[in-house]
């Protein structure tokens, strides 16, 4: 079920996710069009989210912006530094902004990183986890992981999951995606582009999310004056892809852009991406674990030990 | 082994299960037939030596991701007979690598062939069958009677029908390999023809028909009425005549037209993505299907090359394809859905978005109608072997059949 409308702001509306965002003249939506994606995210009851550049907005945008209940995300790199107080989610690009940027404890941050930077600099994410109430991390390039990578991911997860450990006891509890969420969550909660959410291009037109517009423009669902038209929707719930319908590793993007630029389909994600997110679900359950030593913790929950890393290839038991 | 009381159709070599690699060895052909699915026919693309050479050695190379029994090489055009000296080239250096890198494959291969049946007397055909005769599958298309087979197979610069050229070499094909089953495809012109065609294929000697409607959406209003009507016409001919006991007829199976449980049945039908297909530029594909030839708005989805080798991520959608998840709620619940089948690379074309997972549903009402002719059928002919005492040996003896699978 529809429950978000993301807004892109500008063309170059920072990138939140797997893709990259090459486009770099600006191209703000156009007023008329931000207020007509505004009143439809208003009477189909949608939470909406803005998506800003890096430049600061004429005054009758934040006008618009502000008429409604809403969530920001913004880049750390936006010149409108009043927005860094506003925001709720921020978006670093590099890893610079984790040893240097000023940080807020109750806000959301998103590390945009390649594998080889993560793999380089995973040891300072320990003191930035402390300081923040989440951080997601989103490696953007999982296409390219090799059985080397694997290896090294694993090993690094493990290092961040003892870390982990380690706040807890001290009483601390941090959030980071790739470790947490799989503890927290009793059913899959991934993306949900084009199911739970789509996105608004400055163009007037839907798209199943911000990669799908900087993709191929031609690639809509639909625009604000005639609604939503996404062909063959079912594709994008849980439902209708056989490999992640059989999968628990409930914290994993389920990215349906990198499904379709792997895999040509939606509903099926590659290899890479099922390897990496059962490479974390399996740290989270060590992670469970440790924290147990030291005293009742989610009892409730369990993650059950398994034995692949690809639910592909345990087709034959479905 | 004691006779069957009723004969069935072929299930295929090794049951349909050996891995099958089809090399589109040209996009000619002397005919232009009017159902024919191939809309990007042409004379420019034949596949040269080197690039067939590179894909067997690719695909020998891959031995551990390829551990099906047995393999049935394919050759496909266009007409692949207008290719035979690259054929025979292909199969010399296939049969000599096979043995000498001792692949699980040697000696349980088959060479298969699908012919319009033009030039199978020529000597060379006649040549390569004479050396490969062991390790042969042939099928010779021809449609039924000549007014249904030139009502679409007609030759592409004159126009004129091709039943005359066809039927001169069906007595040698038959000679050859006197259990060769011809294939017959329906589209809504040839619906009138069904009945006579069938039976003027079996007159020729021809004991094995496969015959099926085409998957594309061409049915006009009343076709399945009349659709029915031959099959039910048919089914009088075959069991008053007694042909059931010698000849084949695909329409007619005692596993169609029942539901399908959503769990227990719930497997594809088509073979895509667990076949292999490669053209003359060297590209894979799941199946010739989705090679761009055959593809009327879409664009071809291959899934890698000679050179690079196969993309395994493009081809996990087609691995895990089931039944439900590119089903609509309605053939779900379906009470006839067995025996209603579907193309891959038709469903692709087709869909109104770039995906393999929504299935055309063109051929609903054509289906429906087979079904009820072929409750028909079965129902008269229980009734025979009944009133003739047979009816007890056959039901001990029938085979147990699977799902087939195209």
């Known amino acids: ?146 059985d080397g990578d694997y290896e090294q991911y694993k090993l690094i997860l493990h290092t961040l999951s003892e870390n982990i450990e380690k706040m807890y006891v001290d009483g601390l509890a ?36 911000h990669a799908f517009y900087i993709e191929n423009e031609d690639d809509c669902i639909g625009d604000v004056k005639r609604g939503l038209d996404i062909k063959n929707k079912q594709l994008y719930k849980l439902k209708y892809s056989p490999i992640c319908s059989h999968c628990d590793a409930y914290q994993c993007k389920r990215c349906v852009w990198l499904n379709r630029k792997t895999t040509l389909e939606v509903n099926t994600p590659s290899h890479e991406q099922c390897v990496v997110a059962h490479l974390e679900r399996n740290s989270s359950c060590e992670l469970l674990k440790s924290i147990r030593k030291h005293g009742k913790f989610l009892p409730e929950t369990e993650i059950q030990e398994i034995d692949y890393l690809d639910p592909f290839d345990k087709r034959k038991e479905w | ?67 099906e029994e047995s393999v049935v090489w394919d050759f ?104 060769g089953g011809t294939k017959v495809t329906i589209s809504s012109p040839d619906i009138p023809y069904i009945k006579e065609s069938v039976l003027h294929l079996y007159s020729l000697g021809i004991k094995e028909i496969n015959i099926n409607v085409v998957f594309e959406n061409v049915w006009k209003e009343g076709d399945d009425k009349l659709f029915e009507e031959q099959l039910m016409s048919l089914a009088d001919a075959i069991i008053d005549e007694g042909y059931y006991k010698d000849y084949a007829c695909s329409f007619y199976s005692e596993n169609i037209g029942k539901p399908l449980d959503p769990i227990l049945e719930n497997t594809n039908w088509c073979g895509a993505g667990r076949m292999l297909a490669v053209d003359a530029n060297g590209i894979f594909y799941p199946c010739t299907r989705f090679a761009q030839y055959s593809l009327r708005d879409k664009k071809a989805w291959t899934i890698g090359n000679v050179n690079d080798g196969i993309d395994k991520n493009r081809l996990r959608p087609f691995l895990v394809l089931d039944r439900l998840s590119q089903s609509k709620q309605e053939c779900i619940d379906c009470e006839i859905a067995s025996g209603c089948a579907w193309c891959q690379g038709e469903n692709y074309d087709a869909a109104e978005s770039n995906t393999i997972f929504q299935r055309s549903t063109a051929i609903c009402k054509m289906h429906k109608a087979r079904v009820r002719a072929n409750n028909y059928y079965w ?28």
């Open chain 2, 379 to 406: 129902n008269k002919l229980y009734r025979k072997l009944e009133l003739e005492g047979q009816r007890e040996e056959y039901e001990k003896n029938k085979k147990e059949v699977k799902q087939e699978i195209c």
């Open chain 2, 1 to 67: 082994m004691e006779k069957e009381a009723i004969k069935k159709n072929d299930t295929g070599w090794k049951n349909g299960m050996a891995k099958n690699i089809t090399f589109i060895v040209t996009k000619d052909c002397q005919l232009a037939c009017k159902y024919c699915y191939l809309v990007g026919k042409n004379e420019k693309e034949r596949m040269s030596w080197e690039v067939a050479k590179m894909a067997i050695d690719y695909i020998l190379d891959q031995e551990d991701d390829m551990q």
């Open chain 1, 174 to 209: 941090p959030q980071l995606n790739l470790l947490t969420d799989r503890i927290m969550l009793k059913e899959m909660n991934n993306c949900g582009a084009g199911d739970t959410n789509i996105t608004l291009a400055p163009n007037g037109k839907f798209y199943i999310c």
């Open chain 1, 1 to 146: 079920m529809l429950q978000y409308l993301i807004i892109l702001l500008d063309d170059t509306s920072t990138s939140y996710c797997h893709y990259e965002n090459p486009k770099k003249d600006a191209g703000l939506i156009p007023l008329n069009i931000l207020k007509a994606g505004i009143r439809f995210g208003m009477v189909e009851n949608l939470m909406i989210q803005f998506v800003y550049p890096d430049y600061e907005l004429p005054g009758e945008y934040k006008e618009a912006i502000e008429s409604i209940d809403h969530s920001k995300i913004v880049s750390s790199l936006c010149n409108d530094k009043s927005l860094a107080d506003e925001a709720d989610v921020i978006v670093f690009h590099d890893w610079s902004g984790i040893s240097y940027a000023m940080t807020f404890p109750d806000k959301s941050y998103v590390l945009r990183t390649t594998k080889a930077k993560l793999f380089e600099r995973y040891l300072f994410l320990k003191e930035f986890l402390s300081k923040v109430a989440r951080l997601n991390i989103v490696i953007t390039d999982i296409e390219t992981f090799d």
């Open chain 2, 76 to 179: 496909i055009g266009g007409e692949p007979f207008l290719e035979i000296e690259l054929i025979d080239k292909i199969c010399d250096y296939l049969k000599i690598e096979m043995f000498q890198r001792n692949h699980h494959w040697f000696n349980s291969y088959r060479f298969s062939f699908s012919t319009n049946g033009i030039n199978y007397d020529s000597e060379k055909v006649q040549e390569f069958i004479r050396k490969n005769r062991d390790h042969l599958s042939i099928g010779i298309t021809i449609d039924g009677t000549e007014v249904k087979h030139d009502l679409n197979r007609i030759y592409k610069v004159t126009g004129k029908g091709s039943y005359k050229s066809v039927v001169r070499n069906i007595p040698l094909w038959l000679e050859q390999f006197p259990y």
